[in-house]
Nanobody
Framework: QLQLVESGGGLVQPGGSLRLSCAAS????????IGWFRQVPGMEREGISCINHKGDSTHYTDPVKGRFTISRDNAKNTVYLQMNSLKPEDSGVYYC???????????????????WGQGTQVTVSS
């Protein structure tokens, strides 16, 4: 059974950084694209970044472009989201999810990701 576990969230001041991890168990990440999503209370969960199965193509939505970096270490079966220059509006629960498509571009199928982790809370506040 595909299982993803997020970690690395916490409380950080505006302008600070966090690195989230998405660890897979029960399957090998090599053949899966991974997406990072976030959800704030009262809002739908939104995709913010994704990386294809090989790690040679990434996508970022405008709110995080230039500040967040997604990467993967298939040897460790883990995907990371480095978040810099954090803003209060980045606060929310962050989830990772997987999709078995092996397309080069992952931006076209945010709606197809599944096998959600439990999420990790990120709070940006002074």
């Amino acid at each position: 059974q595909l299982q993803l576990v997020e970690s690395g969230g916490g409380l950080v001041q505006p302008g600070g950084s966090l690195r989230l991890s998405c660890a897979a168990s029960g399957f090998t990440l090599d053949y899966y694209a991974i997406g990072w999503f976030r959800q704030v209370p009262g809002m739908e969960r939104e995709g913010i970044s994704c990386i294809n199965h090989k790690g040679d193509s990434t996508h970022y939505t405008d709110p995080v472009k230039g500040r967040f970096t997604i990467s993967r270490d298939n040897a460790k079966n883990t995907v990371y989201l480095q978040m810099n220059s954090l803003k209060p509006e980045d606060s929310g629960v962050y989830y990772c999810a997987a999709d078995a498509k092996t397309y080069f571009y992952c931006a076209g199928f945010y709606n197809d990701f599944g096998s959600w982790g439990q999420g990790t809370q990120v709070t940006v506040s002074s």
